[in-house]
């Protein structure tokens, strides 16, 4: 789906309810984290000031992700609430605000939001970490733990020193 920029008038807000078809939007998918798009619906809405368009996402999706702990697939919701920011002027370009012609492609733009709302450790909520005889896999928090406790300090072997 495809809005142009110059399609809207200065002070106007419009929301329209988003509900793309799976089959085109799961082409864009070229992510090995996610396995399957199910469903993205919501609200997004535009509202206009000066030369910039402020675009507002209120989505949720379900997607088969690939889970980070055992490779298996796995179904989640993922919910999408952001704002991006547009223009049309050159001059109002920023890293915040990003300029377009006319022509914002929707579909491209949630695709992208989904992608980054996917927690970087997905894995299903019965899932644990591998283990096993001759092996034990840590999470990052239990890692630090770990080597935090084994630090010891080179000045350590002065302690006993009486100066």
Request: proline letters at 2%.
């Amino acid at each position: 789906m495809n809005i142009n920029f110059s399609s809207f008038k200065e002070g106007s807000k419009e929301v329209i309810n988003y509900l793309p078809s799976m089959d085109e939007f799961n082409k864009l998918n070229h992510s090995s984290i996610i396995s399957k798009i199910k469903k993205i619906e919501g609200e997004i809405s535009f509202s206009k000031v000066n030369d910039i368009l402020i675009v507002d996402f209120s989505l949720t999706s379900n997607i088969d992700a690939i889970s980070a702990y055992s490779l298996k697939v796995i179904n989640k919701d993922i919910d999408i609430n952001d704002s991006l920011y547009f223009t049309n002027d050159k001059n109002n370009e920023t890293e915040e605000v990003f300029f377009t012609k006319d022509i914002i492609s929707l579909d491209e733009i949630v695709y992208s939001l989904l992608l980054t709302s996917i927690p970087l450790n997905i894995h299903g909520d019965d899932e644990k970490l591998p283990s096993g005889d001759d092996f034990k896999v840590y999470s990052e928090d239990e890692l630090i733990d770990e080597l935090n406790e084994e630090k010891e300090s080179p000045f350590d072997v002065l302690k006993d020193l009486d100066l």
